[in-house]
Every structure is written in C-alpha cells, then in structure tokens.
Nanobody, 121 residues
C-alpha cells in the first residue's frame, strides 16, 4: 500500500525559504517518477514539480520555475522540495505523490495529509 507522509511546512516571510520532505513507502520508489502538488484554487491539485526516477530530469510549473527545486534520495525513499524566494501566492497545502509515468498525471497512490505552507509578513 502506497504511503506518503509530507513534512516541513510552516510560516515563512516573503522572500524566505522552506524545505519540504516526503517519506514514501509501499511501492518501488527508485523506479517511480515523483512529484509535488499543491491544492490550488480549483478542483484539481496543481502539479508544481516532477522528477524522474534517477533524479536527473525535472519539470516545473511556470509559477515556481527558478524558485523551487525538486530532488530525491532513492536510498532513503525521500523526495524533497526546496522552496526559495517564497511569495504570498505560494501559500497552500503541499502534497507529494508518485506518477505512473514521468509525463503522466496519473498517480500511483492516494493523497497523504499534506503540509501547510504559509507565506506572510
């Protein structure tokens, strides 16, 4: 059973940084593309960053490009999101998940609880 546990959220000032972590289990982590999402204003979560199994290929939403960095540690079954130069519009609940393929939005697991990020002065 896929389990995903996000952590690292909190309160940051505009221009500040946070590092989110996601502990994954219940599937073949080292062969799965991983992604970070945020709840967003619509009915579907917004995919903000994705990473291929080796960690060598990444893609970012335009809204976070140049500010966020996704990475992974396959030895620890962990995926991270380094968030720099945070903006108030980054305030949201952030989730990680495994993708069925790198270019797909189909997910391997259900959602975890997420971690709240609040950017405010």
């Amino acid at each position: 059973q896929v389990q995903l546990v996000e952590s690292g959220g909190g309160l940051a000032q505009p221009g500040g940084s946070l590092r989110l972590s996601c502990a994954a289990s219940g599937f073949s982590f080292s062969t799965a593309p991983m992604a970070w999402f945020r709840r967003g204003a619509g009915t579907e979560r917004e995919l903000v960053a994705r990473l291929n199994p080796s960690g060598g290929v990444t893609m970012y939403a335009d809204s976070v490009k140049g500010r966020f960095t996704i990475s992974r540690d396959n030895g620890k079954n962990m995926v991270y999101l380094q968030m720099n130069n945070l903006k108030p519009e980054d305030t949201d609940v952030y989730f990680c998940n495994a993708l069925k393929t790198f270019y797909s939005t189909r997910l391997l697991g259900s959602w975890g609880q997420g971690t709240q990020v609040t950017v405010s002065s």
